[in-house]
């Protein structure tokens, strides 16, 4: 499984940006997918998951109100999305997908089998 999350970059608070992540390899339509993201400095922290059947998700406090998450499978490709609205400088980092082969989507690091390379979000203020 290959995982590729791209659509970061630099943007000023209460700007928009929306990641997107391809899920390549042998998935699973069971798989549960999750962002996650990590500061400099900080732990890598848990932003959202959504389950296989893209009708239960989680979110963290932080950014609930403001992250949307979603998952589609265009062409038999399986892509998930974060729509990032009203960004905040507390939101920079690098964004990571990941996917659990359990169907987890929920908060813990370690029920996610495979993660992506991360993109980069600036939130300048």
């Known amino acids: 499984v290959q995982l590729q999350a791209s659509g970061g970059g630099l943007v000023q608070a209460g700007d928009s940006l929306r990641l997107s992540c391809a899920a390549s390899?042998?998935?699973?339509?069971?798989?549960?997918m999750g962002w996650f993201r990590q500061a400099p400095g900080k732990e890598r922290e848990f932003v959202v998951g959504?389950?296989?059947?893209?009708?239960?998700?989680?979110?963290a406090d932080s950014v609930k109100g403001r992250f949307t998450v979603s998952r589609d499978n265009p062409k038999n490709k399986n892509m998930m999305y974060l729509q990032m609205n009203n960004l905040k400088p507390e939101d920079t980092a690098v964004y990571y997908c990941?996917?659990?082969?359990?169907?987890?989507?929920?908060?813990?690091?370690?029920?996610?089998?495979?993660w992506g390379q991360g993109t980069q979000v600036t939130v300048s203020s």
């Open positions: 390899g042998r998935i699973s339509a069971t798989y549960g």
């Open positions: 990941a996917v659990s082969r359990s169907g987890w989507y929920g908060s813990t690091i370690g029920n996610y089998d495979y």
């Open positions: 959504v389950s296989w059947s893209r009708k239960s998700t989680h979110y």
